[in-house]
C-alpha cells in the first residue's frame, strides 16, 4: 500500500518506536541529517536481505527487485504529490539536475537564474552552459535567506530555468515553493527545485504549487544509502528535455534486447540509462515506508519543535543563531530542520571536534556550526550537545 505521507496522529510512544528503528541512536546523539545520515533499521534489513538473496540465488530474484524498485517510485510518487509516470529514479541529486541541463532545448542568450549560495551541484551544471550561450544569473542572497523579490529582478524574457533549493544548506531558510514557481512561469520560465534539505520531512505537493523539474537524493532527511535518489518531471515537459545518459532502459522494450528501436518510454524512467543501483533503491523505499508511517506534516512539527528547542537551550548557553527563527505565525514556514549557530570567540572546527569525542554529530558550514536533527531524536539529544558548547 503507497503511503500517504500526510499528517498522522503522533504520540511520545509513536517517536520512541521510529528512534528504535535508528540504530544510531543507540550510541550517538545524531544532529547532521543535513550532511550524510545514518541508515535507518529498515534500509539497513532491506540491504542485508538483497545481498543475501543475491549471494545465495543470483538473479533469479530480479523480478522481485523490480517489484521493489517501482514500489518505490509508487511511494515517490504519493510523497510529493506526483504522478508515479512523473517520477525517475536516480543516483542522486547532480544526476538528476543534469538531466534537465543537459537536455532543455537552449539557445544562445538564454539564461538560468539562482540563487548565489546554492549548493555547488545546483551551479556547475548551469554554468557548464556557458559553452552554449547560456548566463548563469547568481542572486545575491544574504544570511538571513533567500528574497523571493531580488529572484524575480533578475528574470526577464530569456529567463528559461529558475533554479533554487527548497532549503538552504547553510542559512535553513526554507523557501515558499509556490513562489519560487510563480516567479519562474510569469516570465515563461520553468523552476527546477533541489528539494534534498526537505524532502521526507516537510509536506510538499509539486503538482499544487506548480514545480516543473525536482530532484533529491536519499541520503540525508529520507534516511536512505548513498547513490539512490528521486527525480521529477512535470508530464508536459517529458518531450521538452532530450534525454541524455540514453541506455537500454531508456526504451519502451527494454529487456528485448535483441530488437533496436529507439522508442522512449513515454514516462520519466526514459532519463533511467541503464543498470541501476538496486539495493540502494530499495533501501530507499524501506525508509520511506518507515516516514510515511508518520507522515511529513507531523514528522516536520516535531523537527521544528527539536530545532526551536535546540535555539532556546544554545542561546542560553552564550551561542549565537545565524539561521533565521522567526515566531510569528505567518513567518514560520521559513524554518527547516537545519539550524547555522556561533559560539563567540571560540573555534567552531574545534567544538566539532569535542562533540565527536562526546559522542554528538555536526557539521561546520561556511565557519559556522550546523544542526540538523530528525524527528527521532529527542531533548537529551539536544541537552548533550549544548553541555559541550556550554563547556567549551
Known amino acids: 500500500m503507497m503511503a500517504s505521507f500526510g499528517d498522522n496522529p503522533t504520540t511520545a510512544s509513536d517517536w520512541d518506536g521510529f528512534r528504535r528503528q535508528m540504530p544510531v541512536a543507540r550510541r550517538w546523539a545524531f544532529l547532521d541529517h543535513a550532511a550524510v545520515a545514518p541508515l535507518s533499521g529498515p534500509a539497513r534489513n532491506a540491504l542485508t536481505e538483497w545481498s543475501t538473496t543475491a549471494c545465495n540465488d543470483g538473479s533469479t530474484s530480479y523480478p522481485l527487485w523490480v517489484e521493489q524498485i517501482e514500489h518505490l517510485r509508487n511511494l515517490a510518487a504519493g510523497l510529493i504529490g506526483a504522478q508515479r509516470?512523473?517520477?525517475?529514479?536516480?543516483?542522486?541529486?547532480?544526476?538528476?539536475?543534469?538531466?534537465?541541463?543537459?537536455?532543455?532545448?537552449?539557445?544562445?542568450?538564454?539564461?538560468v537564474v539562482l540563487p548565489d549560495d546554492e549548493f555547488p551541484s545546483n551551479q556547475y551544471p548551469w554554468m557548464q552552459l556557458a559553452d552554449l550561450g547560456v548566463e548563469v544569473r547568481r542572486v545575491r542572497c544574504g544570511d538571513v535567506g533567500l528574497d523571493p523579490d531580488r529572484l524575480a529582478s533578475a528574470c526577464d524574457d530569456r529567463t528559461r530555468i529558475v533554479t533554487a533549493s527548497w532549503v538552504g544548506f547553510t542559512s535553513g531558510w526554507r523557501s515558499e515553493v509556490g513562489r519560487l514557481a510563480e516567479i519562474a512561469h510569469q516570465g515563461g520560465a520553468l523552476l527546477f527545485l533541489d528539494a534534498i534539505q526537505g524532502l521526507g520531512v516537510f509536506p510538499l505537493d509539486v503538482s499544487a504549487t506548480g514545480v516543473d523539474f525536482m530532484a533529491a537524493d536519499g541520503h540525508k532527511w529520507m534516511l536512505g544509502p548513498e547513490g539512490a535518489g528521486i527525480f521529477y518531471v512535470r508530464r508536459e515537459h517529458l518531450d521538452l528535455l532530450r534525454p541524455v545518459g540514453v541506455g537500454w532502459n531508456s526504451v519502451v522494450d527494454a529487456l528485448d534486447f535483441s530488437r533496436i528501436d529507439l522508442t522512449f518510454k513515454d514516462t520519466a524512467a526514459r532519463y533511467e540509462g541503464g543498470s541501476q543501483n538496486l539495493p540502494g533503491m530499495i533501501a530507499l523505499g524501506a525508509s520511506l515506508d518507515l516516514l510515511g508511517r508518520f507522515g511529513s506534516a507531523a514528522i516536520s512539527r516535531r523537527i521544528i519543535e527539536l530545532t526551536d528547542l535546540a535555539c532556546q537551550q544554545l542561546e542560553e548557553a552564550g551561542a549565537t543563531i545565524v539561521s533565521a527563527r522567526p515566531c510569528g505565525a505567518e513567518t514560520a514556514g521559513v524554518k527547516s530542520g537545519i539550524v547555522s549557530f556561533e559560539v563567540p570567540g571560540r573555534d567552531p572546527e574545534e567544538i566539532a571536534r569535542r562533540c565527536i569525542e562526546h559522542e554528538v554529530v555536526l557539521s561546520c558550514r561556511g565557519g559556522r556550526l550546523r544542526i540538523s536533527p530528525h524527528a527521532y531524536n529527542t531533548a537529551e539529544d539536544i541537552q548533550r550537545l549544548v553541555e559541550i558548547v556550554a563547556g567549551s
Open 85 to 111: 509516470e512523473e517520477i525517475g529514479l536516480v543516483s542522486n541529486t547532480t544526476a538528476g539536475i543534469n538531466i534537465v541541463a543537459g537536455g532543455f532545448p537552449w539557445q544562445p542568450g538564454d539564461n
